[in-house]
């Protein structure tokens, strides 16, 4: 949760100051430590529905930086190009913003629905961007 919370900050920090980018994780380290549990979150909220205050206030942290993080793919060195990156980027801002706006609601159907928008975003990308999206390894004989 603190790690999720200073990489909000960190964003905001970023975004707000005159100094160049500088990037601190890869592409992979962003993907792994950040973007994958955040939208973990918004997918599996079934499993664990939020119950009380702190329950929706994670909820909303990781939504919040779950569409942040949107915001981190379209930066500096990052984006891979000014086309098809920034739109499927921009996706996932737009994906993560309608969760935090469903968690701040405390609107666990609306949270749930947003899973096809954000499936989307991830689907788009990954088959444009990542190398051997969804192909399989040859089965061992």
């Avoid at 790690?3 to 905001?12: H, Q, S, T």
């Avoid at 930066?75 to 891979?80: C, E, K, N």
């Amino acid at each position: 949760m603190r790690k999720l919370a200073l990489v909000f900050v960190a964003a905001i920090v970023l975004a707000q100051s005159p100094a160049p980018f500088q990037p601190v994780g890869n592409m992979s380290q962003l993907m792994i430590d950040v973007i994958y549990p955040t939208s973990d979150a918004i997918f599996y909220v079934e499993r664990t529905p939020p119950k009380n205050e702190q329950d929706w206030s994670v909820l909303r942290t990781n939504a919040l930086t779950l569409a942040e993080s949107g915001n981190l793919l379209m930066m500096g060195t990052r984006a891979r190009d000014q086309g098809d990156w920034i739109k499927d980027a921009k996706m996932l801002v737009d994906a993560g913003n309608a969760a935090y706006k469903a968690a701040r609601a405390k609107d666990l159907n609306a949270v749930v629905a947003v899973n096809d928008q954000l499936y989307a975003a991830c689907v788009t990308c990954h088959q444009q961007y990542r190398p051997n999206y969804r192909t399989r390894l040859p089965e061992k004989q």
